[in-house]
Each structure stands twice: as C-alpha cells, then as structure tokens.
C-alpha cells in the first residue's frame, strides 16, 4: 500500500505541477517530467509484485478477496484525481461533492490498509465492514483536519504556510463551507482573481467570524466519534468471533 501511495504522489505532483514533496524538490521538478511518469508506472506494477508475494501463505479465497480491495482502492484513487482536476475549473463545488472527492482519494486508501490484512487472516464479514467504516471516516477525518490547518494552523508546527490554501484559490472544507455560508467571505473570493498575502488573512479572518474554524472542527470530531463507535463494534466482533471458536 506504501508503494502504491508513493506511486500516486509522484502522479499527484506532476498533475498539480507542486514543487515540493516531503521538504525536498518534486521527483518531475529534480529529474524531468518523462523520468518522474517512468517512476511512478514501474511503483504501480512493483505494488501488485509485491502483494502476489503473500500468496502462498494464505488461503486463496482470503487472498482473492483481499486483492481485490485493493484493486478498487487503486482505482477510487483515479476517480477522486479526476474529481480533484475537475473541480479547479468548476465555479461551483458543493460540501457534499468535496467530502466524495477525498473518501475516493484519501478515505479509500486507509479504509483498504486497514482491512487488507485483517481479510488475509481470516477476518469475518461483520470485522471487515467495521473495519471498512472506521478507515472511511478516519480519512475524512484527516483531510477535513488538514484543509484546517491549511488555514488556522501554526506553521512553526505544521511546517507550511497557512495562507496558501487561501492565495492559491484551493477548494477545501473550510473554504467550500465558507462559500456556502458566509456572504461576505463570497463577495470577497467572487471578486478577487487574485488573492494577495493580506487579502488572505482578511478572508481567514472572514471565515472565523462566519464561525467556519469551529464547523470545520465539529465536522472532524463528527468523523472522529464515528471511528470511536466502529472501535467498540469491532471489539464486540471480535470477542464474539473468538467465543465461537471456542465453542
């Protein structure tokens, strides 16, 4: 999964054309655009090598199932960049449309790490589905979390600017829930192709008063229960499926 994950950042940087990754130079920015696509192809084949490794030591139909969670994955990932590409030409873009953008492209991915190896060992269908809503909602979770950040976070901590999700025009939670709610923080991004240093903390500062920092942070905690809840279920399962084995 690691593998693949790298894979679609290499892929992620030259379709954004980012320039940084990790702290360092993007692979396409250091290497050149053609060496940094060959790179990210020969990860994408060498992820599925890797997990057909694990074939021989577990039961066919666990491994069958488990591959193919992570063959959607794989493909969510595409279907939530295409929506990613997509909506930074769109004018409009709804909350609702945001939050199916990163559970394909970022919830799915931890939802398939968390239940792969679990379906491997043998893992019940009740396990599995407990697993698949705690992965979903932790990845909602940590997007919703990290456009925070992106916005109100301290960068001496986050080690990146929190005027960049602003300047650069990026549509984010807070910033989609800001367009929806506040009229004054819409009058200003409507107005403004280009959004200067100062223009965005004065947005920033739009968006807290519409108390947009605070739903942004409910909606995190929301998804945060939720995993919670899953956690206690999951137990349950577990402890069920142990009796049984007993029995």
Request: aromatic residues 8%; glycine residues 6%.
């Amino acid at each position: 999964m690691e593998v693949l994950h790298n894979y679609t950042l290499i892929h992620d940087d030259i379709e954004d054309l980012g320039q940084i990754r990790f702290g360092r130079e993007c692979m396409w920015r250091r290497y050149g655009l053609a060496q940094a696509l060959n790179v990210g192809d020969f990860l994408s084949a060498m992820a599925h090598d890797i997990f057909h490794e694990v074939l021989s030591a577990v039961d066919p139909t666990n491994f069958a199932k488990a591959y193919s969670v992570f063959r959607q994955a794989t493909l969510d990932v595409f279907r939530g960049q295409y929506l990613d590409i997509y909506f930074e030409t769109e004018r409009s873009v709804s909350v609702d449309q945001y939050l199916e953008l990163i559970r394909l492209k970022t919830s799915r991915l931890i939802s398939a790490s968390m239940r792969i190896g679990a379906i491997l060992a043998g893992a019940d269908e009740a396990a599995d589905r407990s697993l698949e809503e705690i992965g979903e909602h932790a990845g909602l979770a940590f997007q919703i979390q990290d456009d925070y950040l992106g916005i109100w976070g301290d960068t001496s901590i986050t080690g990146k600017s929190n005027l960049t999700d602003l300047t650069t025009r990026k549509k984010t939670y807070p910033i989609l829930l800001g367009l929806a709610e506040s009229p004054a923080f819409k009058l200003a991004w409507d107005n403004h192709a280009q959004i200067t240093p100062d223009l965005a903390r004065q947005l920033a500062g739009m968006l807290s008063e519409a108390r947009i920092d605070e739903k942004t942070n409910d909606a995190v905690l929301k998804y945060l229960r939720v995993i919670k809840t899953g956690k206690k279920r999951l137990t349950k399962v577990t402890i069920q499926a142990q009796l049984c084995g007993i029995c």
